[in-house]
């Protein structure tokens, strides 16, 4: 948490170095608001597809509504902007095991199925997205970050294989045998793991949820374009708005700080000079980009948590608890 803190203020004062104020403040009044307004709902509507594709994910293990999947990714999310570590990816899994009979085990595997499906969906558009940006002309900095960001993507495309090969060997292999070679008859919980993963990889509805990735990733450009359009960049493109939706979501998969602060701002100030805008233009669109991708999904995260009736301290601590719990079992057997 340290060393992200750390790297975070540093990011962040990069990205505020000399930001003219009284200038932000104007183009702030001076935007669009009915594009600013369409960002905000598409940005919205990008979790709620997430929600009903985790809820396609579950099916198959016990029926659990788009609705209530959706509230539990929103209050994760809330959790992500005032939490480092990404701890809201914890809590969702934690608050759907509380309103279903689904295991924490089984909706912490089906959220990584679920990352799974967008490491694939990422790949490919970093792909794209080096391609389109080979058109302009780098300077040996930006070169070198974005061949930094290669390079990382390198790895991550290693990980997201390898995750992928364990799942797929949990979900077909005969469930005797993995109850055997896991020990599952000494503890209860994982043969439930291993029944339910057997179930999610032998439904159609696993296919299902990974086609919805596609409407998922793609919405996600929209914010972004429309941001662009309402501050009125003449360098306002779709394919450039996809370029840095990928920078952004693939500098999202590091921990860091609350919000993606910092890091948010180096990566979209980075991919906003690529394409020619002035550096200190882009430092202040920047600022606004962030605020139109944050702060709804504060709202509404802020508005179900007060649905819950539960503290963020307080379910944190549980989601904590129960994963300890199922450590202990296991050490016990």
Not at 205 to 225: G, H, K, R, T
Request: contains cysteine; hydrophobic residues 55%.
């Amino acid at each position: 948490m340290l060393v992200t803190a750390v790297v975070s203020v540093a990011c962040l004062a990069w990205a505020l170095h000399g930001v003219s104020w009284s200038e932000l403040w104007e183009e702030i009044r001076a935007l669009d608001w009915r594009w600013v307004a369409l960002g905000v709902v598409a940005e919205v509507v990008t979790y709620v597809i997430q929600g009903w594709r985790w809820s396609l994910l579950l099916r198959p293990v016990a029926p659990v509504s788009a609705p209530v999947a959706s509230r539990a990714i929103f209050v994760g999310l809330f959790v992500n902007e005032v939490l480092p570590l990404r701890a809201g990816e914890l809590i969702r899994c934690f608050l759907l095991t509380r309103w279903s009979e689904i295991p924490i085990s089984v909706t912490l595997a089906s959220a990584l199925i679920e990352r799974i499906f967008d490491g694939f969906a990422l790949m490919v558009g970093i792909f794209f997205s080096f391609q389109y940006l080979k058109q302009f002309p780098l300077t040996h900095g930006q070169a070198r970050v974005l061949g930094i960001i290669a390079d990382s993507s390198i790895f991550l495309a290693v990980l997201i294989v390898i995750c992928t090969a364990l799942v797929a060997i949990a979900m077909s292999s005969p469930e005797p045998a993995l109850d055997r070679s896991l020990g599952a008859g000494l503890f209860g919980w994982a043969h439930v793991f291993i029944a339910d993963l057997h179930r999610i990889g032998h439904s159609r509805y696993l296919y299902f949820s990974a086609l919805v990735s596609i409407p998922y990733l793609v919405i996600q450009v929209v914010p972004i374009f429309a941001v662009m359009q309402a501050y009125g960049l003449d360098e306002a493109s779709w394919k450039g708005a996809a370029a840095l939706m990928v920078l952004l979501r693939l500098g999202s998969t590091a921990p860091q700080a609350p919000g993606n602060l910092g890091l948010f701002q180096v990566l979209s100030t980075l991919g906003l000079t690529v394409f020619g805008v002035q550096a200190a233009m882009a430092r202040r669109f920047t600022l606004i980009l962030w605020g139109v991708l944050t702060l709804p999904l504060v709202l509404v995260g802020f508005i179900d948590v007060l649905v819950t009736g539960a503290k963020i301290g307080d379910m944190h601590r549980e989601a904590q608890a129960e994963m300890r719990a199922r450590q202990d079992e296991l050490s016990r057997t």
